[in-house]
């Protein structure tokens, strides 16, 4: 819990430059370790500036907030999530902007193999209300454990957190403020339910003051948590579109629907697949086969038709071993992988990819393999 107490203060403290607030936990190890070298950074930081000096040469008023805020935490069930919690998100931890501190409360795992987020205009149509259910009822059918993320902003955003909850996905919101108020007040039934479905996710203290650059900055988290960005509907400037470039700095993939030539609200998604700034999509098969899921939803095809799958027939010695350590321990990274089944990394890289060409592993963000079941 200390440890938090000081992650926390250090988040204030660097509150408008979180890249260097993480490259400083980063390379001391520790929140504690920052607030430990606070008088004499230069020595174990020799690049530092005089600037970033003074601002951490003073924590007390950060301290004492972070003494009011986990009281706060406790009392309401939020979980305070640092890098060096396991709850954090892997994904999101890969982000060279990522907060140091998220505030999480709710019941979805922010590691689960499928996430994606759904996001655009907050003037939607019902044209993209009918994208974002006919989406969503068809992946449900393919892949049943997709998380599904967004900013529970009006619009698009929380159509995809509606239709979430109706179908029976977990749905996380990422929030631009506080956990003590919901915005807009519209949206605190659903948030609510969300979080016995899904969850509430932010970077933000409770009674942080809010204002338009949380909407943006919040973005980035929306982007980091996933595998891929869905952008439905946007006019030619929007957050959709913000996500989306945001998405595409980290290396993820980008998904837009097409609209009418001349739709106010389709001009955002034409001019970015004209750009090639993400891939037209149509429906839920066009996604799962760009993401390459498709041996889940061949798995889900056959579960429901009721044919029992040979379970990982035609394995080799070594292949067979992979299987059997994942099965045990769960997603591993392929250096811990590596150690477990005795097989050089050279020789592992090859087998990881024969059982992904027979369905029976998946890659996921962070060098980590999940056994497909």
Same mark, same amino acid.
């Given at each position: 819990?200390?440890e ?5 203060a +250090?988040?204030?403290?660097m509150?408008?430059s979180?890249a260097t607030a993480l490259?400083l %936990? ?8 920052? /607030?430990?070298h606070r008088?004499?950074l230069?020595?174990?930081?020799p690049d530092?500036?005089?600037r970033?000096? $003074?601002?951490?040469s003073?924590w007390d @008023?950060?301290?004492?907030r972070?003494d009011?805020?986990?009281? /706060?935490?406790?009392? %309401?069930a939020?979980?305070v999530? *640092?890098p060096?919690?396991e @709850? ?7 982000c060279? @902007?990522?907060p140091?501190v998220l505030y999480y409360?709710? *019941?979805a795992d922010l590691?689960?193999?499928y996430i994606?987020?759904i996001?655009g205009?907050?003037? #939607?149509?019902?044209y993209?209300?009918d994208?974002?259910?006919r989406l969503?009822?068809?992946?449900k059918?393919m892949?049943?454990?997709?998380l ?6 009006y619009?698009?955003d929380?159509?995809a957190h ?5 179908? !029976? ?9 506080g956990?003590?108020?919901i915005y807009?007040t ?12 899904g969850g509430?996710?932010t ?12 909407f943006?900055r919040?973005n980035?988290?929306?982007a980091?948590? #996933?595998?891929a960005?869905i ?9 959709? =579109?913000?996500?989306c470039g945001i ?5 993820r993939?980008i /998904?837009?629907f097409?609209g ?7 001009e955002g998604c ?5 750009d090639?700034?993400?891939?037209l999509? $149509?429906n839920a098969?066009?996604?799962?086969n ?6 889940i939803?061949q =798995? ?9 799958r040979?379970? /990982?027939?035609?394995l $080799? @010695?070594?292949?067979? $071993?992979i299987v059997?350590?994942?099965d045990? *321990? ?6 811990i ?8 990394i !050279?020789s592992l *890289?090859a087998?990881?990819f024969? +059982? ?7 890659? +996921?963000?962070?060098g980590? %393999?999940?056994?497909?079941?």
């Open positions: 819990m200390e938090k107490r000081y992650a926390i +250090l988040s204030q403290l509150a408008f979180p490259q %936990y980063q390379e001391l190890g520790s929140a504690k370790a920052v /607030f430990d008088h004499h230069a020595d174990v930081i530092c500036s005089s970033l000096i $003074t601002m951490l003073n @008023d950060a301290l004492r972070a009011e805020e986990l009281p /706060f935490a406790e009392h %309401y939020i979980k999530l *640092t060096a919690d @709850d954090y998100p892997h994904r999101l931890s890969e060279i @902007d990522a140091l409360k709710g *019941t590691n689960q193999p994606i987020n996001v205009t907050r003037h #939607c149509t019902i993209g209300q994208l974002v259910r969503l009822a068809d992946l059918t892949c049943p454990q997709v599904i993320v967004s900013g529970l902003a619009g698009i929380v159509c509606s239709q979430a909850l109706a179908i !029976g996905y977990e749905t996380v919101g990422v929030l631009a403020h956990m003590e108020k807009p519209q949206h605190r039934d659903i948030a609510k339910r969300m979080v016995t479905q509430l996710l970077e933000y203290m409770s009674n942080a003051h809010m204002d338009k650059a949380n943006v919040r980035r988290i929306v980091g948590l #996933c595998d960005t952008l439905v509907e946007s006019a030619a400037k929007g957050g959709g =579109l913000i996500t998405a595409q700095d980290y290396g993939a /998904f837009a097409p009418a030539v001349g739709a106010r609200y389709s034409n001019n970015l697949i004209r090639n700034g993400a891939q999509i $149509t098969v066009d996604l799962v760009s993401m390459g899921w498709q041996s939803a =798995l889900q095809q056959a579960k429901s038709e009721g044919i029992e040979d379970l /990982f027939p035609d $080799t @010695d070594d292949e067979r $071993t059997q350590v994942l045990t *321990t769960g997603d591993l990274q392929l250096n992988l590596s150690v477990k089944t005795n097989i050089p !050279g *890289t087998l990881l024969q +059982l992904e060409m027979k369905g029976v592993v998946r890659p +996921l963000a962070g980590c %393999y999940h056994l497909l079941k």
